[in-house]
């Protein structure tokens, strides 16, 4: 959401062309957060290291096309090409930091899920702290028993956001049906990946 707000403050302090921009990705970061969330649900180990990929990519796009947010003078075009360079840079990055990777997919998933559920019951800093806290716990946690637990938190987190995305485009309420499909969903979830990892967990491959 870090992201969106900095989208959102980059187009109002900019020409027409960075509001367009702006606007079109606000208009499809629903879609592309339930296609990813639902595939998350059942390939989030499998496809552990494009997500990591993925989010260093953002952001290192988000740093070089807000550039021209403290540079004014710069051209849109340029603050683009700077964003896909530091985007392709962060990447390659990324791919060489494999105990980084995990810990990471885990701590972001855990994450996701607990602040979105503790912050119903306790105020914003405590529930900032309580789930910062659980989530580098979790993410510690992934380097020792990495198959386990990161197919754990990827099948919640990607059912939660998943159905979330869904309920909101659909304009559904939140009620116990919400509840309900959000267990059927990372119970399934957790079905395929360990089904679809078993031989990889035998082989002890990465």
Known sequence: MEAINLLENIAIN????????????????????????????????????????????VAGFLIGCSI?????????????????VLAVLTIVFSLQLYKLQLFLINFVSSYIFFSKIICTFLPNLACIL???AIAIFIGLLALKYMYIVTIITTSISGAFI???????????????????LLVIFSILGMLVQFKTCNSHIKKGDD
Do not use: H
């Open 14 to 57: 900019n020409s027409n062309e960075y509001v367009e921009l702006t606007n079109f990705i606000l208009s499809i970061t629903p879609y592309f957060l339930l296609v990813f969330s639902f595939l998350t649900c059942f390939l989030g180990y499998k496809l552990r290291r494009l997500w990591v990929g993925l989010g260093f990519a």
């Open 68 to 84: 021209s947010f403290f540079i004014p003078q710069i051209n849109i075009g340029i603050s683009i090409l700077i964003g896909i």
């Open 130 to 132: 309580i789930s910062l």
């Open 162 to 180: 998943m159905l979330k995305q869904l309920f909101d485009l659909l304009d559904f309420k939140y009620n116990i049906f919400y509840y309900i």
